[in-house]
């Protein structure tokens, strides 16, 4: 069986995608697109606990050899 990795948003993170979510809402008038925007961020963020790998390299190259990879 595979290992599931755990994920978590850090503070600034989850601070980060309230905002997003705040413009989209109330400065876009949006509510639907806000919380699909969320939905999509969630879901992405979910996958990575079954595939950790997923998604390619950063280009900058300290980040990269970290591991960092941009989804």
């Given at each position: 069986m595979k290992q599931k990795y755990k994920?978590?948003?850090?503070?600034?993170?989850y601070d980060d995608l309230?905002?997003?979510y705040?413009?989209?809402?109330e400065e876009l008038q949006?509510?639907?697109?806000?919380?699909?925007?969320?939905?999509e961020v969630e879901e992405r963020i979910a996958v990575l606990e079954n595939f950790p790998l997923s998604g390619r390299?950063?280009?900058?190259?300290?980040?990269?050899r970290k591991g960092y990879r941009k989804l």
């Open positions: 994920t978590f948003f850090t503070r600034r993170a309230r905002d997003v705040r413009y989209i809402k949006n509510n639907s697109s806000a919380i699909k925007i969320v939905d390299l950063v280009q900058d190259g300290v980040l990269q």
